[in-house]
């Protein structure tokens, strides 16, 4: 997950590595994203939509976590409700 994300920023600009541009050009869209899904009450064809990408997020983190790190715990916990706090800081 980390090396997607380093490859996500890497890819903002020219250049080997990422810069504090890239750094805060990846944050705005972060930015961006969390405001205009904060209030997002997806319709019925949307859960449709979504439900096999969901279905194979959840695969993943059980296939590549082990149950006691960090990473499945929170997962888990998000998936039953919890982890608001944890979410508005990332």
Do not use: C
Request: overall charge positive; aromatic content about 14%; hydrophobic content about 30%.
């Amino acid at each position: 997950m980390f090396k997607q994300i380093y490859e996500a920023y890497d890819h903002l600009s020219e250049g080997d590595g990422f810069t504090i541009e890239d750094s805060k050009k990846g944050q705005r869209i972060m930015n961006q994203i969390r405001k205009q899904f904060k209030h997002w009450k997806p319709s019925r064809k949307n859960r449709r939509a979504f439900r096999q990408l969901f279905e194979n997020e959840i695969e993943r983190v059980e296939e590549n976590f082990d149950e006691d790190s960090k990473m499945y715990k929170f997962f888990h916990k998000w998936l039953n409700g919890g982890g608001n706090k944890e979410m508005a800081q990332m």
